[in-house]
């Protein structure tokens, strides 16, 4: 799914090239003119050449591999790549005052930058650097565009008015495009390993690893003292993991997320023995309701992790599902240590750096996504007070269909 | 009044008590469970039998209670068309509705709505439908409550509507709706006890069933088994088929039937005779024993078709066929009823329930034609002062000794307020809920938090029981069934052609489905407002055809619907939804093959 724009992408770099050839053979037809069959076939090369650099985003080494390529095949004064305002690489004339690292100098670069057009400066006036000896006496800047934004420019910088051809010209706007295409393809790649670390970090909620360690270790210990049980938790588990895995689709009914919570709670239950208690209170007319999957045993094993589990003696761990007509209003409260405003904060905000909440956030932002920007957890706590975190799921939403097993 | 005054107060104890008790189940069942080491969900599922139970003890409400029964001594035989719609509407909806909405996934007829046209605004229209029809089911309810809480206390009628109606409206608006399968399942079983234990208790001691029927299925009128006082208020008609031999009791003048003005001293005998008097004052009268009871209908006509519920009418077959066609065809739309039938596990599970609500429904409409049948034979009474629907509260006094009077007597006053309780509950959270949800959530304030919709669910409920109890107080003057059947009118009228065409037909449209609910359900919410208005007026239209189209408007109303709809969509044709097929999949694909695994989503 996720490798679906990236495909596309690619598909649009495919047919944009061979769109450009086409057009230039078009053209050729009419006019034949040697000037623009080799401005195609430097343009290629070129693009062919620079492609597997600036796939991997713009930064200075990629700008250096890249300039350094364009300026051997094209032999013009100079070549620079200027990204977010600041000089990524120059090669060529001049480099004496312009050096990697340091702010643009030029006029003509600042207005590329801020109109994301291509222009053409034919004399230094044009140029406007502001060391007066610079070699530099004319300049094609294309801009480098990623989703609509200006993000650097490539400049080919030659030595003479007359230096500027159509021919030239047009290669530097081809160029510069297809440099554009290949960081947008870069920025696509990047989202995409966002995703998956997302999806990992979704997949890694659903059994936390802390879980299955502590879980292991409990039915370890019971299988000298008490090796009955100890089989009845492994069979439990294995149980566990195995929904857990084969779990599939968005939506299931509120009676199998409560069956997982309650299998949950029983390898947990079996660790904490007699300090945790938990109560459910479910109205049965609520139990077909769809509900999106995984919203319910992340907040228990928050309740029990971060509330029960610090708390000095027994804690109570309450789960509500409440018919309320057309919602349902879910409920998990525990009296375990409770947090501070500013955890709560903390809690609900999807920062992947905090792994504490990453369980609650995720599930908040998913029933946002669904449901609305209104309908995402409310949590309600205090340092001492235990802690309550309570959703509304509508029994209907247009195109969730009734979960039935 | 016909009993001797003085408040019951053994049946106003069991009348307030079912309440408490209702409440007590609900905090009950829905009580902190503990977790255990069984298989939790699978013992917190409702089973089939307790699910019926509440479906059927939602449904049977105070028009099957104490209406039917009423019907049947007041109207004879012609009213039994009344419980046969009422079981058949039931089968209907759940042979051609409940199981395409389950698997939809729509709790409600606006969520159909919406669904399956994809639009908020239809149904913020369904939801205005909704609401009449909650509203005006509503009604009948109140009507029972005030002439059950008047029996009972003595307490003029207004009194009671406002009574019992704050009583149910507080107890839905402070949440007192937990666990309402349990309550429900509760009810049911307190109003069919009622009912079977008056029914079997009154033979038991008057004789079986079919010794009264041929009693008053005869030629003969209803006579006074013994002398009788009854104390008529003034303007009372007094109807004789022949002359009967009454004591004034106190100073009486009476208008003849001739126009002539007779005057009785306190004690004195006269003859009554055939025809129509009327009291003018003084109306404490002593009927002799064996003398004809006034204004009882004539027995022939009473245990046959087209008796004396439609011979006042000029078309009585037209009447009968669309009220057989509103009773049902609206059950489908009721807005409480649909919900009640989610609570099942699965499709399986769904079907076991809907034959044991069938076999509930069937056994509970078991007594109140007999009991309708033995008030006519021992209560006729009733007729002369037209109290006929009190039939259930004075049927105990008829019979045996004065303990086993007054325990029936408090059994059916727990089972009537199990009846207006359970319909009404039912019926405000329906009510509530869409003006909560639709009105104030997705309307007025679309970001607000769940306590602000707890809220407005809360005010909502006592904006609901507001209005059904001012609307309440002023139908005493109806009959509980004739309410109930202008509620089914009109959601036949409007929901039954959406359902109908919007599951089993795909070239429905949007602007289809919404001309033909609109159109339906106006027209028939019209025709029942001015039979509503014009009926006291006594305007003697009630020969004309009019009359009865207006009076019962279904069998017009629907096929008006219909042919907007059809009409009208086929105008439309392109606006036909574009993933039609993948929503009657939806609907019609049945559980077992397991198409939807994964759950289909826009």
Redesign the interface.
């Known amino acids: 799914m996720e490798t679906l724009p990236l495909v596309l992408a690619e598909l649009m770099v495919v047919v944009a090239v061979a769109g450009g050839v086409a057009l230039l053979l078009a053209r050729r037809s009419r006019t034949v003119s040697e000037g623009r069959e080799q401005a195609m076939l430097e343009t290629l090369y070129l693009a062919n050449h620079t492609l597997p650099y600036l796939r991997h985003g713009l930064n200075p080494h990629t700008a250096e591999r890249t300039v350094k390529l364009v300026y051997d095949y094209l032999r013009p004064s100079a070549v620079a790549l200027v990204g977010n305002g600041v000089i990524l690489a120059f090669v060529g004339a001049g480099s004496d005052h312009h050096r990697p690292g340091a702010q643009a100098l030029t006029q003509v670069t600042r207005e590329v930058l801020r109109t994301g057009r291509p222009i053409v400066a034919p004399n230094p006036g044009a140029i406007g650097c502001n060391d007066p000896g610079c070699p530099l006496q004319s300049a094609i800047v294309v801009p480098l565009r990623v989703r609509g934004r200006t993000v650097g420019c490539l400049k080919i910088y030659y030595d003479g008015n007359q230096a500027l051809t159509p021919t030239r010209v047009r290669i530097a706007d081809s160029l510069g495009r297809l440099m554009s295409i290949q960081m947008e393809l870069a920025e696509l790649d990047r989202q995409t390993e966002r995703l998956a670390r997302a999806e990992l970090a979704a997949l890694q909620a659903q059994i936390s690893p802390h879980f299955i360690y502590n879980t292991l270790n409990t039915i370890a210990a019971f299988i000298r003292t008490n090796p009955e049980q100890a089989h009845e938790l492994l069979v439990e588990f294995a149980d566990f993991t195995r929904r857990a895995f084969k779990r599939?689709?968005?939506?299931a009914s509120l009676?199998d997320e409560?069956?997982y919570v309650?299998q949950y709670?029983?390898l947990e239950?079996a660790r904490y023995g007699d300090r945790l208690?938990?109560?459910?209170?479910?109205?049965?007319?609520v139990?077909?309701v769809?509900v999106p999957v995984l919203v319910l045993q992340p907040l228990v094993e928050n309740a029990i992790r971060h509330g029960i589990s610090r708390k000095v003696g027994p804690g109570r761990v309450v789960i509500t599902a409440e018919?309320?007509?057309?919602?349902v209003?879910i409920t998990v409260s525990d009296n375990g240590v409770g947090m501070t405003p500013e955890q709560v904060r903390q809690v609900l905000n999807s920062d992947p750096g905090r792994r504490s909440g990453l369980g609650l956030a995720n599930v908040s932002e998913r029933l946002k996504s669904i449901y609305?920007?209104?309908r995402g957890l409310?949590v309600q706590s205090a340092p001492g007070q235990g802690t309550q975190v309570?959703?509304?799921i509508?029994?209907?939403h247009?195109?969730?269909?009734?979960?039935?097993? | 009044m016909l009993t001797s005054g003085g408040i019951h107060w053994l049946s106003l104890l069991t009348f307030f008590g079912v309440a408490v008790a209702a409440v007590g189940v609900g905090l009950y069942t829905?009580?902190?469970?503990?977790?255990t080491?069984d298989?939790?969900?699978a013992s917190?599922?409702?089973s089939p039998l307790l699910n019926a139970s509440a479906i059927a003890g939602e449904y049977l409400s105070a028009a099957s209670f104490m209406g039917v029964a009423a019907m049947v001594m007041a109207f004879g035989y012609d009213v039994l068309w009344y419980p046969v719609g009422y079981a058949a509407g039931y089968l209907f909806l759940l042979l051609f509705v409940a199981a395409p909405l389950?698997?939809?996934?729509?709790?409600?007829i606006p969520?159909f709505a919406?669904?399956r046209f994809?639009s908020p605004t239809f149904r913020r229209v369904v939801v205005i439908f909704v609401l009449v029809v909650g509203i005006f089911y509503m009604l009948p309810q109140m009507k029972g409550a005030g002439l059950t809480f008047n029996v009972l206390t003595g307490a003029p009628y207004w009194v009671g509507v406002v009574v019992v109606g704050s009583v149910i409206t507080l107890n839905v608006a402070l949440g007192g709706?937990?666990?309402?399968?349990y309550v429900q399942t509760f009810q049911f079983w307190v109003k069919i006890f009622a009912l079977t234990l008056l029914g079997l208790g009154v033979m038991a001691v008057t004789g079986w069933y079919g010794s009264h029927f041929e009693r008053v299925s005869g030629p003969d009128t209803p006579r006074f088994a013994e002398a009788r006082a009854l104390a008529h208020p003034p303007r009372t008609t007094l109807k004789l088929t022949e002359p009967a031999r009454v004591r004034a009791l106190d100073p009486v003048v009476i208008e003849l039937p001739g126009g002539e003005v007779r005057r009785a001293a306190a004690g004195e005998l006269f003859t009554l005779p055939t025809g129509s008097s009327r009291v003018v004052s003084g109306g404490r009268l002593e009927y002799e024993a064996g003398s004809p009871v006034p204004n009882a209908p004539e027995g022939d006509s009473w245990a046959k078709p087209f008796g004396p519920f439609t011979s006042g009418l000029g078309y009585p077959l037209i009447f009968t066929y669309s009220l057989m066609i509103a009773t049902v065809l609206g059950t489908a739309g009721l807005p409480h009823i649909l919900v009640r039938f989610?609570?099942?596990?699965?499709?399986e599970a769904a079907r076991q329930t809907t034959i044991i609500v069938i076999g509930l429904i069937a056994l509970f409409y078991l007594f109140p034609p007999l009991i309708g049948t033995m008030g006519r034979s021992l209560v006729p009474e009733l007729y002369a002062s037209g109290e006929t629907e009190r039939l259930l509260l004075a049927l105990p006094s008829a019979v045996g000794p004065e303990w086993f009077s007054r325990l029936l007597e408090a059994v059916v006053a727990a089972g009537a307020f199990s009846a207006f309780m359970s319909t009404t509950s039912g019926l405000m959270?329906?009510v509530?809920?869409?003006l909560?949800?639709d009105v104030y959530a997705r309307t007025l304030r679309?970001?607000?938090?769940?306590r602000a919709?707890?809220l407005a669910?809360q005010v909502s409920a006592i904006l609901a029981g507001l209005v059904a109890i001012a609307a309440g107080v002023q139908v005493e003057r109806f009959a509980i069934n004739m309410l109930v059947g202008w509620a089914f009118a009109i959601s036949a009228a409007s929901f039954f052609p959406l359902l109908t065409l919007g599951i089993w037909w795909k070239g429905l449209t949007l602007p289809g489905a919404m001309a033909g609910t609109v159109i339906g359900g106006i027209s028939a919410s019209v025709a029942i407002l001015a039979t509503m208005w014009l009926a006291p007026l006594d305007l003697g239209a009630s020969e004309s055809l009019l009359w009865t189209l207006l009076a019962q408007p279904a069998i017009w109303a629907i096929p008006i619907a219909f042919g907007t709809m059809i009409g009208v969509s086929r105008l439309t044709r392109d606006r036909v939804p574009l993933d039609i097929n993948l929503k009657m999949l939806?609907m019609h694909v049945p559980?077992q093959l397991g198409l939807?695994?994964?759950?289909?989503?826009?």
């Open positions: 599939r689709g968005e939506f009676a409560l069956e309650h709670l029983t239950k208690e938990v109560v459910y209170r479910i109205d049965p007319e139990l077909p769809s018919d309320r007509g057309n919602e209003l609305g920007p209104e409310e309570r959703f509304v509508p029994k209907f247009a195109g969730v269909a009734v979960a039935r097993r | 829905t009580r902190v469970v503990r977790t080491s298989y939790f969900v917190r599922m409702v389950r698997r939809f996934g729509a709790y409600t969520d919406e669904g994809d709706m937990k666990g309402i399968t989610y609570t099942n596990r699965d499709g959270v329906a509530a809920g869409a909560a949800h679309p970001r607000a938090s769940s919709r707890r669910f939806r559980e939807r695994t994964e759950y289909i989503r826009e």
